[in-house]
């Protein structure tokens, strides 16, 4: 005990002296105001770059493709075009307004109207990423079985089958029931999509931190996934639940109201789905940032009161990482448990 | 709050790189490693139940040949004792054969020997009759001529014969 709690004091004690090289630039950074809000918003939503980071006051970016559909017809071209407020074909991005952030183009009229955007925005490219690395890691999985038939995997594809196996059998068919096959691979996909998307999620340098599952037109597939699994292949008994639901008559008749609350419901799981796994990864990335800005705000403040806060902010992110390590791991199987929770609902026989 | 309104462009690509991933894997992926250990379970309880009915055969056949031996043994010693017996039978019936037989040779000698006997005495007396009678005859002959001669000729004949007969 004694021994440990020494070993942890040297360590602060080094970790503070370290810090103590930094507040040169620290006092640098002061004589700019840090707009946090800025900072973590422009992180959390898309962008038209993939931001790496600045060098020598020199951005490092690597610019994405735009790709528009305006009145001039499909456009094509990449996004430093649009750097610095330049216009390009009419198109520049927004710096204000209802489309901040976003391309735009004026028509005819002179107003500022959105072009259809498909743009490989970051978090297109963060999420084809995501989508390789899925691919990759279940295909060479589904592959190592092929070559090696009626052996046990070791190492990583051991990681994945008991993974596999355990949402399969655990969460899925125990969830589920016996109908749970057709709903099985939908049900895994999902969840090492959100799992796979979340990790990356949590890289701070390049190829991860891109802001997916926090982001809800992601969120918001996923869940009409779910909602189209659950009510498409519901049974008769849980539309009869649904619209004449057993309870007293008088809450069905004349104004149907347990019916309505019922009706309501198949659409508001789906949305909940929707919204917890948008808010939680979105909530994660804000703190973590917060926390790191936490260090330039206070460079201002004087040399002391900006090494106590870089420690507290490193310990808070080291802790705040951990748990949203954790956090990427629980949405994933809370999701795919409530899908599979629904999907059985929707499954009943009286 | 342009975070709560889903971005169309985004959207599209998500729905597209989500719908290619899913169909992918649920095609390639998942149920190919489902399958695999599925099939792997089942491989692992057939061979586990191939092996407890081998031990269970083993057992058997163990049990069998411990049968086997035990019955052969006993056979064995069946047939050594039935031996033995048929020896010793065999030998008494010789030996009783033997003794039966010696007797019926020594009766048959003496059943024999007593016939000779008996035919040799019914021969002698035959002969003694018949010479009793020749020499009642001779002597009759003379008799009444020479009382004297006569007694003479019965002594001397009665020794011959008595002579011929010892």
């Avoid at chain 1, 990449?78 to 330049?86: E, V």
């Avoid at chain 2, 039935?82 to 010696?102: F, N, P, S």
């Amino acid at each position: 005990m004694m021994k440990r709690s020494l070993i942890n004091r040297v360590i602060s004690v080094a970790f503070i002296l370290l810090l103590g090289c930094l507040p040169t630039r620290g006092i640098q950074a002061a004589e700019q105001t840090v707009d946090v809000q800025e900072i973590v918003f422009s992180h959390i939503q898309d962008a038209y770059t993939w931001h790496i980071t600045e060098w020598n006051e020199k951005e490092i970016s690597i610019p994405l493709p735009i790709i528009v559909k305006g009145e001039q017809g499909w456009d094509c071209f990449l996004s430093s075009r649009l750097h610095g407020g330049q216009t390009y074909h009419n198109y520049y991005i927004a710096s204000e307004g209802e489309y901040a952030g976003k391309v735009v183009t004026k028509n005819q009229a002179g107003e500022e109207v959105r072009p259809l955007d498909f743009s490989l925005t970051k978090n297109v490219c963060g999420l084809f990423l995501g989508c390789a690395v899925l691919l990759t890691i279940i295909l060479s999985t589904a592959k190592w079985y092929q070559r090696h038939p009626n052996q046990v995997p070791k190492g990583f594809v051991g990681m994945i089958e008991a993974v596999v196996v355990y949402i399969h059998d655990d969460v899925i068919k125990d969830t589920i029931g016996k109908d749970y096959k057709p709903f099985a691979s939908y049900l895994l996909t999902v969840f090492f999509f959100i799992l796979v998307n979340n990790l990356m999620g949590l890289i701070p340098i390049f190829p991860g931190g891109a802001n997916i599952t926090g982001n809800i037109a992601i969120t918001f597939v996923l869940a009409v996934g779910t909602f189209i699994a659950t009510n498409l292949f519901a049974t008769k008994q849980y539309w009869k639940d649904v619209f004449w639901p057993n309870v007293p008559i008088y809450l069905k008749l004349p104004l149907p109201i347990m019916p309505f609350v019922e009706f309501f419901g198949v659409f508001t799981k789906p949305f909940a789905l929707m919204i917890r796994l948008f808010a939680n990864i979105m909530a994660g990335h804000t703190i973590i940032l917060a926390l790191t800005c936490l260090i330039f705000i206070t460079a201002s403040l004087g040399v002391a009161i900006n090494t106590g806060m870089t420690v507290v902010s490193v310990l808070f992110c080291i802790f705040m990482n951990c748990l949203e390590l954790l956090v990427a791991c629980l949405q994933a199987y809370i999701f795919t448990l409530l899908s599979a929770n629904y999907i059985g609902l929707a499954k009943v026989k009286n | 709050m342009s975070l709560l309104t889903p971005d169309s462009g985004l959207l599209f690509w998500m729905i597209v790189s989500f719908g290619i991933v899913l169909v992918v894997l649920s095609k390639y992926g998942f149920p190919v490693i489902i399958k695999a250990v599925e099939q792997r379970k089942a491989y692992i309880d057939n061979s586990l139940e191939t092996a407890r009915q081998a031990n269970e055969q083993l057992a058997n056949i163990q049990a069998e040949s411990a049968r086997i031996l035990a019955e052969a043994k006993e056979k064995q010693s069946a047939i050594l004792k039935e031996a033995l017996a048929e020896k010793e039978q065999i030998i008494d019936e010789a030996r009783q054969k033997a003794v039966a037989e010696t007797r019926l040779q020594v009766e048959e000698a003496a059943r024999r020997i007593r016939e000779e006997k008996e035919k040799a005495i019914r021969e002698v007396r035959t002969e003694i009759a018949d010479l009793s009678i020749a020499i009642a005859e001779k002597v009759m002959k003379e008799k009444i001529s020479r009382d004297k001669e006569h007694q003479q000729i019965i002594d001397r004949l009665l020794d011959e014969v008595s002579f011929s007969k010892s």
